[in-house]
């Protein structure tokens, strides 16, 4: 008798254990993820800053790792960063993707989350943008004048503004007074909303008659 016994409460545990276990297996199909996104700059290249946050009601168990992956309009992925489950310890990680090399396009962009083991999609997001619209608000320089009437512009302050919903990348760009005209290199951005004086250095040498007005902007292209 005390040997049937013994085995019939072997037989209840593990019925109770493979009971207790049974949750395991399914809990981790109950986290949720989420992507919440805006537009930023890091060293002068325009960046998607993208904060995930995950949810899960079995406290005991670890978020899964991540790729968060950007594609453009034209549909090319142009940014990928990975999210360990170390960085999801808090529930919430932000990382900062790539947009483009230079002025991002307009248009909408997809953002997807997937599992970094097994490339499950866990999350898509679009976000459509108009674009960068760069206007100049006001110019001033510096010049050097010679006893022959002639000058020589060297120096410019460029104050910019950008009304649009996308950072304008600055790269290039080009003044002119009267038939002299040059180039001028820079690497700046202008976040939506913001006003900002950009020094940049063109070489106009020998200039005759009057100068421009700095304060008009025509002069600049």
Same mark, same amino acid.
């Given at each position: 008798m005390n040997k049937k016994l013994g085995m019939g409460i072997v037989v209840v545990s593990l019925l109770v254990m493979? /009971?207790?276990?049974?949750?395991?297996?399914?809990?981790?199909?109950?986290?949720?993820?989420?992507?919440?996104?805006?537009v930023a700059t890091d060293d002068n290249q325009a960046?998607? +800053?993208?904060?995930?946050?995950?949810?899960?009601?079995?406290?005991?168990?670890?978020?899964?790792?991540? +790729?968060?992956?950007? %594609?453009?309009?034209?549909?090319?992925?142009?940014g990928k960063e990975y999210i360990s489950v170390d960085d999801l310890e808090?529930?919430?990680?932000?990382?900062?993707v790539d947009m483009a090399d230079g002025q991002p396009k307009p248009g909408p962009y997809l953002l997807i989350l997937k599992t970094r083991q097994d490339d499950r999609i866990l999350n898509r997001t679009t976000v459509t943008f108009t674009g960068a619209q760069l206007s100049i608000e006001k110019v001033t320089g510096t010049y050097s004048k010679? %006893?022959?009437?002639?000058?020589?512009?060297?120096?410019?302050?460029i104050?910019?503004?950008?009304?649009?919903?996308?950072?304008? &990348? &600055?790269?290039?760009?080009?003044v002119r007074v009267g038939d002299e005209e040059d180039d001028f290199y820079v690497r700046e951005s202008v976040m939506p909303g913001?006003?900002?004086? &950009?020094?940049?250095?063109?070489?106009?040498?020998?200039?005759?008659?009057?100068?421009?007005? /700095?304060?008009? +902007? +025509?002069? &600049?292209?």
């Open positions: 493979a /009971f207790l276990f049974a949750p395991l297996t399914t809990a981790t199909l109950t986290w949720k993820y989420n992507a919440t996104c805006a960046v998607l +800053k993208v904060t995930v946050q995950c949810v899960s009601l079995e406290s005991f168990l670890a978020p899964q790792s991540l +790729k968060v992956i950007l %594609s453009n309009p034209e549909g090319n992925t142009v808090d529930g919430k990680e932000t990382v900062y010679y %006893s022959d009437g002639t000058c020589d512009i060297k120096k410019l302050r104050t910019v503004r950008n009304e649009g919903d996308l950072p304008a &990348i &600055i790269s290039k760009g080009m913001e006003e900002r004086t &950009i020094n940049a250095t063109a070489q106009l040498p020998y200039l005759k008659g009057a100068l421009p007005d /700095f304060y008009d +902007k +025509k002069y &600049i292209i």
